[in-house]
C-alpha cells in the first residue's frame, strides 16, 4: 500500500479511542497518533511553569519553545518522556480546559497535520475527521455509555495505583464531555461521513475487528 491514509478516531473521554487506535495502527504497521497526549503535555508544562489558563501571553511564549513528540507508544515534551505523568486526573480536566484556547488549538492542530501527512497513521482526538484532517479516508466515531466510560477510566486509574471513587471518575466525565462538545472552536463532534460505534457491550478486539472491516485493510 503505497499511499499515505489517515484513520480518524473521535469520541468522548473514555469510550476506549487509544486502547483501540494502538491495535489499529499496530494490526497495520502504521503510527498512532494520541492527540489528547499532545493537549495534556501542555496542560502539564503549564502546570510545571505555575502558568494559569488565563495567562494567555504567558501560555503563547511556552509554546514558541514546546516540542511534542511521539517516539516507542511514549509521549514526549521537551526530549522528556512523560507518558505516566500526563494520565492524572488534575492534569485531563486543566487538559480540557486548555484544550479550548485558540492558540493551544492553532499550534497543535498544524503540528498534528504534519504528523498525518507525511505518512500513514491512526489519530485519535475529539475533532480530527471534523478539523484535522476532514478528507481522511476513514473516520470513526467511537462512543460509550457513560457509566461504561466511567468504569473503564476508574479500573485505568486504580491499575496506576490511584483509588478514586467512581462516582467522581463519572462526575468528571460528565464535565468534560460538557466541555469538550460545547467549546467554540472545533468542539466533539461527530463528521457527518463517519461511521459511528458504540462500544458499550463490545470487548476490544470486537471493536478493532469491526474497524478492520469497516476499513476493509485486513
Ligand atoms: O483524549 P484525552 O482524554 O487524552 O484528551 C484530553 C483533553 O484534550 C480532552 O478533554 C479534550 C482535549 N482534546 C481536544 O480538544 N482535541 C483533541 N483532538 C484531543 C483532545
Not at 493537549?39 to 505555575?50: I, L, Q
Not at 494559569?52 to 526530549?79: P, Y
Not at 497535520?113 to 484532517?133: A, C, H
Request: negative net charge; glycine residues 6%; proline residues 2%.
Amino acid at each position: 500500500m503505497g499511499k499515505v491514509f489517515q484513520i480518524a478516531i473521535d469520541g468522548p473521554s473514555g469510550a476506549g479511542k487509544s486502547t483501540i487506535a494502538k491495535r489499529l495502527a499496530s494490526e497495520l504497521s502504521i503510527d498512532y497518533i494520541d492527540t489528547g497526549a499532545m493537549y495534556r503535555a501542555v496542560a502539564y508544562k503549564m502546570t510545571r511553569e505555575g502558568i494559569s489558563i488565563d495567562e494567555v501571553d504567558k501560555i503563547k511564549t511556552m509554546l514558541e519553545s514546546t516540542h511534542i513528540d511521539f517516539s516507542q507508544g511514549e509521549t514526549i515534551l521537551d526530549g522528556e518522556i512523560i507518558s505516566d505523568k500526563i494520565r492524572t486526573p488534575e492534569i485531563s480536566e486543566l487538559a480540557s480546559a486548555v484544550s479550548a484556547l485558540p492558540i493551544v488549538r492553532e499550534k497543535l492542530v498544524k503540528l498534528q497535520r504534519e504528523m498525518g501527512q507525511r505518512k500513514s497513521v491512526v489519530m485519535d482526538g475529539r475533532d480530527i475527521g471534523t478539523n484535522v484532517f476532514p478528507d481522511a479516508e476513514y473516520k470513526i466515531f467511537l462512543t460509550a455509555s457513560v457509566k461504561e466510560r466511567a468504569r473503564r477510566r476508574w479500573k485505568q486509574l486504580k491499575e496506576m495505583g490511584k483509588d478514586i471513587d467512581i462516582s467522581q471518575v463519572e462526575a468528571d466525565i460528565i464535565k468534560r464531555d460538557h466541555n469538550d462538545s460545547t467549546r467554540k472552536i472545533n468542539p466533539l463532534k461527530k463528521a457527518e461521513d463517519a461511521v459511528e460505534l458504540d462500544s458499550t457491550t463490545l470487548s476490544i478486539e470486537e471493536v478493532t475487528d469491526k474497524i478492520l472491516d469497516i476499513i476493509n485493510l485486513h
